[in-house]
T-cell receptor, first 114, second 113 residues
Framework: NAGVTQTPKFQVLKTGQSMTLQCAQDMNHNSMYWYRQDPGMGLRLIYYSASEGTTDKGEVPNGYNVSRLNKREFSLRLESAAPSQTSVYFC?????????????FGPGTRLTVT | SQQGEEDPQALSIQEGENATMNCSYKTSINNLQWYRQNSGRGLVHLILIRSNEREKHSGRLRVTLDTSKKSSSLLITASRAADTASYFCATQGSGGSNYKLTFGKGTLLTVNP
């Protein structure tokens, strides 16, 4: 099993450009998440999808959109990139185990917006 | 706002010593989890402790939870250079279908050979 995969690994965008970050998991998990990680800030939740067909805003959703394409795939779109969106983006997935949700993370996408 | 807050922000020790990291949180929880992040990598789940548990062990890891003080500690015994990483606590809220975790800002542990 590959676990959680993310593409691309690195990306440089100019201000105003758009792009989509892809995430896929092969663990049959219902829930998926997008986080951003900035120095000294820990992980902040952008959007999550509790199950296929549902998406909800997290702590920092402005400037982003998401699509839960199917149970395996959850994409994050930046419509008009801004320098403030320079960050490392992590996708994660989880399944309910006795009321608890342990998350599995992808390797991350390093995005620079100039 | 961040739920968990780790302390200290950075910790440097010698190989073979024990490392203790603390986490405080603000609201009631279903469970608290600890994750490790090696430089340039994604987070890896280490251990989960439920709100009705007080202590849990996994290999060289020992986690305690004090719900009255809303705090947890992670102890790594006999540390190794390979333990060098950032460590994050994450809380899952109680009640309903709470799928989300809230992460702290992390403790950077450096283990010197």
């Amino acid at each position: 099993n590959a676990g959680v995969t993310q593409t691309p690994k690195f990306q440089v965008l100019k201000t105003g450009q758009s792009m989509t970050l892809q995430c896929a998991q092969d663990m049959n998990h219902n829930s998926m998440y997008w986080y951003r990680q900035d120095p000294g800030m820990g992980l902040r939740l952008i959007y999550y999808s509790a199950s296929e067909g549902t998406t909800d805003k997290g702590e920092v959703p402005n400037g982003y959109n998401v699509s839960r394409l199917n149970k395996r795939e959850f994409s994050l779109r930046l419509e008009s990139a801004a320098p403030s969106q320079t960050s490392v983006y992590f996708c994660a997935s989880s399944a309910r185990q006795g009321g608890s949700y342990e998350q599995y993370f992808g390797p991350g996408t390093r995005l620079t917006v100039t | 706002s961040q739920q968990g807050e780790e302390d200290p922000q950075a910790l440097s020790i010698q190989e073979g010593e024990n490392a203790t990291m603390n986490c405080s949180y603000k609201t009631s929880i279903n469970n608290l989890q600890w994750y490790r992040q090696n430089s340039g990598r994604g987070l890896v789940h280490l251990i989960l402790i439920r709100s009705n548990e007080r202590e849990k062990h996994s290999g060289r890891l020992r986690v305690t939870l004090d719900t009255s003080k809303k705090s947890s500690s992670l102890l790594i015994t006999a540390s190794r250079a390979a333990d060098t990483a950032s460590y994050f606590c994450a809380t899952q809220g109680s009640g309903g279908s709470n799928y989300k975790l809230t992460f702290g800002k992390g403790t950077l542990l450096t283990v010197n050979p």
